[in-house]
């Protein structure tokens, strides 16, 4: 059981969602009941794998039982299995929401939804680089469904640039590949390590273009400057637990950087080292302040949401190339928390529309019980600020604090200048919605018959997820452990090639 | 045969790129297409051009790049070709529905000018 771990995350969502579809002809209970019991199997999969990750052993599966160098290898750490977890504790509360009615109206979201957390796991789990691009596809196909599922007019507009941009990228990271290839001669990404170390003069300009592609592609994923200006509009247009669970995405284009260019540029790669991080810090500083922009400009609470999913996006870029292991360490820490809060964004903003009809913030209306949605979006606020005491205060503080002294300038100025940005935009969100009413009376009939409270799974997702949050405050030390233990593993790459050389197959011999 | 493989990708992706700019969806779809064709052909020139031999062992023959085509590109080719049919499946019906719903063909929903008129 435990030697298949890693391969069981990715084909236990995959059954799972095979088997959805078989019941989906029964009533939805029997489809709710399915998908609740694959997704508390996942989050137990998920815990004994990050158990197993703790011990600090990489794990390399073989799949097939070939030879690292001729099969497809998964490799687990502890990055990975950090990920494969924040995966998991976000699926549930996004699975509740969407019980709370969405399900009845998207067909196959049960399928999708689980086939969705298959490409993400298989994404964070794979040690190949073709691998990553298959499961990249697999989460990408899943998530063309779950944004469209159930849409009309606007949401297929946007959805076609999503759709379009998308392939767009992929067809750029399939090029990569094929150079990758045809240059170096391997796909696994710690045998690539080793061969990045070892180019002939003549192809290293080659490698730094194709490597220079590939974090386009991996940025273009992970919504960086100028490649994110696809993620407000569709993201906002996303149906509430769809946007939630989309937050993980832009994270596993943060992932790919962080895993491919640390291993490969790391300590083997000779005068290579540290290639790309340069390039990352301005981009993801850019990215910071032109989101932060974007925040305070947003008229509807669901686009201020998709442009804190890109406030968290340059903000990890920035700490993750100080390459720097407590600066990832925080990094990682910052990851988890932001997903969390910004996914309780998302599904405050469908609560805020159904009390008041619209999120839009420049009209006044009255809100129908203010006080639920007030106190949760406050909570929220305070966490996405990085206010005192919740966990995006412990995040920004671990990653303010390491940052080396030539850098203290722009990286203190634009995280506290983007964090001030971002504190006033929410403000002025909760004023206008939650203080700003027009009496009860004097509103629009029509309007008033269609607030409604919603369904209780919406309010108790919210809540959970508030609860993640303030979880990793309360154990922020043992998170922050795991993840120094995390950013110290990814700072030694021969490690990686150690591992993955010395698994020899279990059957098949030599 | 080099030459003429290499101005095939750039011929495909110039033309490509040219559609993928362009404002009608149709056009879009077109663009990608072409895209995913240069790079199934790229990936397979990963490989080296070499004719007349085989990607699979066979009994007798030294088993060397010597005497065989490098069989893991071609296999690459393979999944990209389907990976790519199926998004231009969904991207078309997508296409479709989107003209249905917004009674337009441009990828933005309407036409600048209609909105003008």
């Known amino acids: 059981m435990s030697t298949h771990l890693p391969v069981l995350l990715i084909v236990w969502p995959l059954l799972v969602a095979g088997s959805l579809l078989l019941l989906e002809r029964a009533s939805i209970k029997v489809q709710r009941i399915g998908a609740w019991a694959g997704l508390v199997v996942l989050v137990a999969l998920a815990i004994s794998l990050l158990r197993q990750a703790d011990s600090g052993e990489i794990t390399v599966y073989l799949l097939g039982d070939w030879p690292a160098r001729l099969g497809i290898t998964l490799m687990v750490d502890r990055l990975s299995a950090w990920m494969v977890m924040v995966t998991a504790l976000l699926a549930v509360p996004c699975l509740l929401h969407a019980c709370g009615g969405w399900d009845r109206r998207a067909p196959h979201f049960h399928a999708l939804f689980q086939l969705q957390l298959m490409g993400i796991n298989g994404a964070f789990l794979t040690g190949d680089i073709f691998n990553l691009f298959v499961f990249f596809e697999i989460l990408l196909a899943a998530s063309y469904g779950l944004l469209l599922s159930g849409g009309r007019g606007g949401r297929i507009r946007v959805g076609f640039h999503y759709i379009a941009f998308n392939i767009a990228a992929s067809t750029l990271f399939l090029i990569t590949l094929g150079l990758l290839y045809g240059l170096l001669g391997s796909l696994n990404m710690a045998e690539l390590a080793v061969r990045i170390g070892q180019v002939t003069p003549e192809s290293r300009a080659l490698v730094q273009a194709v490597a220079g592609l590939l974090l386009v592609v991996f940025c273009a994923k992970a919504a960086l400057l100028p490649l994110y200006l696809w993620l407000p509009g569709t993201y906002g247009r996303a149906p509430a637990a769809v946007a939630a669970l989309f937050v993980i995405m832009t994270k596993v284009g943060l992932y790919s950087v962080l895993r491919v260019y640390s291993l490969w540029f790391g300590d083997l790669a000779g005068d290579l080292q540290g290639f790309a991080w340069e390039w990352l810090l301005p981009a993801g500083i850019a990215t910071l302040m032109l989101a932060a922009l974007g925040a305070l400009s947003a008229v509807r609470l669901r686009i201020l949401a998709g442009y804190l999913v890109l406030v968290s996006a340059g903000t990890l870029f920035i700490a993750i190339s100080l390459a720097r292991p407590d600066a990832v360490a925080a990094a990682l820490y910052y990851l988890a928390h932001s997903t969390f809060v910004v996914a309780s964004l998302f599904m405050i903003t469908e609560l805020v529309r159904r009390h008041r009809v619209t999120d839009r913030m420049n009209v006044v209306l009255p809100i129908l019980k203010p006080l639920v949605p007030g106190t949760l979006f406050t909570i929220a606020a305070i966490s996405v600020i990085g206010l005192p005491p919740l966990s995006g205060f412990i995040g920004k503080f671990a990653m303010l604090a390491t940052v080396p002294d030539e850098w203290v300038g722009w990286v203190w100025t634009s995280v506290l200048v983007s964090s001030f940005f971002v504190l006033v935009a929410m403000v002025r969100a909760g004023t206008k919605l939650f203080w700003d009413i027009k009496p009860e009376q004097a509103d629009d009939p029509a309007r008033k018959a269609k607030r409604r409270t919603g369904h209780w799974p919406e309010r108790v997702a919210i809540i959970v997820l508030l609860a993640y949050g303030i979880a990793l405050t309360i154990a922020a030390a043992p998170a922050m452990r795991y993840a120094q233990a995390a950013a110290g593993q990814l700072a030694e790459p021969s490690i990686y090639v150690q591992s993955v050389r010395g698994q020899a197959p279990q059957v098949r011999g030599k | ?117």
């Open chain 2, 1 to 117: 045969m080099e030459i003429a493989l290499a101005s095939a990708i750039g011929i495909l992706v110039a033309a490509g790129i040219y559609l993928l700019l362009r404002a009608r969806s149709f056009d879009v779809i077109l663009g990608l297409t072409l895209l995913s064709y240069a790079t199934n052909l790229l990936i397979f020139s990963a490989g080296r051009l070499v004719p007349g031999k085989p990607p699979v062992l066979r009994s007798g023959i030294d088993p060397t790049l010597a005497n065989h085509v490098d069989p893991i590109p071609q296999a690459l080719v393979l999944t990209a070709i389907v990976i790519s049919f199926a998004m231009t499946a969904v991207i078309l019906v997508l296409a479709m529905r989107g003209r249905a719903d917004n009674g337009s063909d441009h990828v933005d929903g309407t036409e600048s000018k209609e909105r003008d008129r």
